[in-house]
């Protein structure tokens, strides 16, 4: 009973004022300046504010990696970010793979293998995967690589599915997802 008192007299004061702060970003390569929210995430500044909803919500607490996004060059979980911790990023979305006109070939080939069925884990799959890549690039081992200190790491089934465990597909496409990324792979 005293519980449900001190819950309630908690929730009677007055809510604090938002604080607003004005931010720049340069977003799938287009500088944007906007005042936000400093309790806004980034997931949310690009949906709601830019209009950019590629990016999906998910479960909106870093489980699901369906808001997976490019921050400065690495794959982040945007609904994680703060938007003002990033004054000055550079942002890539899914809206920003594709170059004048033309599919990224990571795109082309999850068409070309099924990599999807609803779709909704697809945005995110497919900028984790650019980032993915990027990280195997630069030599970076995972839990499965099996010589930490060899050059180079072997981009086998395995490792792809290692490295791609932060983004869920309720469809189940994942034998999919993996063909896509061995073949667009360089
Ligand atoms: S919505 Fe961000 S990880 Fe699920
Ligand atoms: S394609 Fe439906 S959740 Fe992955």
């Known amino acids: 009973m005293g519980g ?13 004022a938002p604080v607003l702060v ?7 390569g287009v500088e944007r300046s906007l005042v936000v929210d400093t309790r806004m995430s980034l997931l949310d500044l690009l949906r709601e504010r830019l209009g950019l ?6 479960c909106d607490h870093g489980q699901c990696g369906a808001c997976t996004i490019l921050l400065d060059g690495r794959r982040v979980n945007s609904c994680l970010a703060l938007a003002v911790a990033h004054q000055g990023a550079e942002v890539v979305t899914v809206e920003g793979l594709a ?3 033309e599919l990224h070939e990571l795109q082309r ?12 884990c697809t945005p995110g799959q497919l900028c984790s995967a650019v980032g993915m890549l ?22 086998t089934a395995e490792e792809i599915r290692e490295r791609m465990s932060g ?7 994942y034998g999919n997802i993996v063909a896509a990324i061995m073949e667009a792979a360089p």
């Open 4 to 16: 449900s008192e001190q819950r309630s007299g908690a929730g009677s004061g007055a809510a604090a």
């Open 22 to 28: 004005e931010i720049a970003l340069r977003v799938n």
């Open 53 to 58: 909803t590629g990016a999906k919500k998910g």
């Open 99 to 101: 170059k004048a006109g």
């Open 109 to 120: 080939a999850f068409v070309a293998h099924d990599g999807f069925q609803c779709g909704y």
């Open 134 to 155: 990027g990280e195997v690039a630069a030599g970076w081992p995972s839990s499965v690589t099996p010589q930490l200190a060899a050059a180079g790491v072997q981009l």
């Open 167 to 173: 983004n869920l597909c309720r469809c189940g496409a």
